[in-house]
T-cell receptor, first 114, second 114 residues
Framework: KAGVTQTPRYLIKTRGQQVTLSCSPI?????VSWYQQTPGQGLQFLFE???????NKGNFPGRFSGRQFSNSRSEMNVSTLELGDSALYLC?????????????FGPGTRLTVT | AQSVAQPEDQVNVAEGNPLTVKCTYS??????LFWYVQYPNRGLQFLLK??????LVKGSYGFEAEFNKSQTSFHLKKPSALVSDSALYFC????????????FGRGTSLIVHP
C-alpha cells in the first residue's frame, strides 16, 4: 500500500505571496491532518479534515486554510506569506477521525519564505 | 490544557546497551499516548500506542513503552540499541476528555554509538 504523498517537496516563495500544498492520504484513510514543524516551536497541529469537513483546528491565524476533497485528498493554503511561515509542513492520514487512531505521515513540504 | 514533556533533548547510548527515552504528560481526561520516530528529511513514523489495557505496549523495531498512570509517564524502551535506531523520537498525547487534538513533545534525539 502506498504511503502518504505530499507535493511539492520543496518550495521557495516570496513574502506576501500565497502557496498551496497538496496531500494524498493512504488508500482507505479518510482523515487528514496538517502540521507545521519548526526547530523553535516543534510540531504544531494546524487542522484535521474528515469526510470533507474540518473536525479540529489548531491555534493558527486565518491565513492558514485547508480543504478536503471527496477522494480524501487534501490541500492546505497559506495566504500573504510571512518569513515566519518558513517550515516543514507535514500531512498525516489516519483510518478515521478519533483520538485512538495512529497517524501516518508524509515526507513533508519544505517551505522557504524569502 | 494537555501537555507533553520530553525532558531530554538528546540521549546517548552505546550499541547493544538498553535505551530509554522519557515522556511525561498532563491531560484532563484519560490519555491516548503515542510514540513516533523521525529520520532525517523524512516524515514521522508510528512506533506504538497505548489506548487501554496492558500497561506494557510493544511496537515496531523491537521498541516497547510502559504506561504509568501514577507517574503520568510513557517511557520508550528497547533492550538492545542499534546504530540504525539513531533518530528523533516524539511522544504525543490525545486527551479523551478534550478535543482530541494531538499534542507532541519537543522531541528527543537518540544517538547510538558503535
Amino acid at each position: 500500500k502506498a504511503g502518504v504523498t505530499q507535493t511539492p517537496r520543496y518550495l521557495i516563495k516570496t513574502r506576501g505571496q500565497q502557496v498551496t500544498l497538496s496531500c494524498s492520504p493512504i488508500s482507505g484513510h479518510r482523515s487528514v491532518s496538517w502540521y507545521q514543524q519548526t526547530p523553535g516551536q516543534g510540531l504544531q497541529f494546524l487542522f484535521e479534515y474528515f469526510s470533507e469537513t474540518q473536525r479540529n483546528k489548531g491555534n493558527f491565524p486565518g491565513r492558514f486554510s485547508g480543504r478536503q476533497f471527496s477522494n480524501s485528498r487534501s490541500e492546505m493554503n497559506v495566504s500573504t506569506l510571512e518569513l515566519g511561515d518558513s517550515a516543514l509542513y507535514l500531512c498525516a492520514s489516519s483510518f478515521a477521525s478519533g483520538a485512538s487512531y495512529e497517524q501516518y505521515f508524509g515526507p513533508g513540504t519544505r517551505l522557504t519564505v524569502t | 490544557a494537555q501537555s507533553v514533556a520530553q525532558p531530554e533533548d538528546q540521549v546517548n547510548v552505546a550499541e547493544g546497551n538498553p535505551l530509554t527515552v522519557k515522556c511525561t504528560y498532563s491531560v484532563s481526561g484519560n490519555p491516548y499516548l503515542f510514540w513516533y520516530v523521525q529520520y532525517p528529511n523524512r516524515g514521522l513514523q508510528f512506533l506504538l500506542k497505548y489506548i487501554t489495557g496492558d500497561n506494557l505496549v510493544k511496537g515496531s523495531y523491537g521498541f516497547e513503552a510502559e504506561f504509568n498512570k501514577s507517574q503520568t509517564s510513557f517511557h520508550l524502551k528497547k533492550p538492545s540499541a542499534l546504530v540504525s535506531d539513531s533518530a528523533l523520537y516524539f511522544c504525543a498525547v490525545r486527551d479523551t476528555g478534550g478535543s482530541y487534538i494531538p499534542t507532541f513533545g519537543r522531541g528527543t534525539s537518540l544517538i547510538v554509538h558503535p
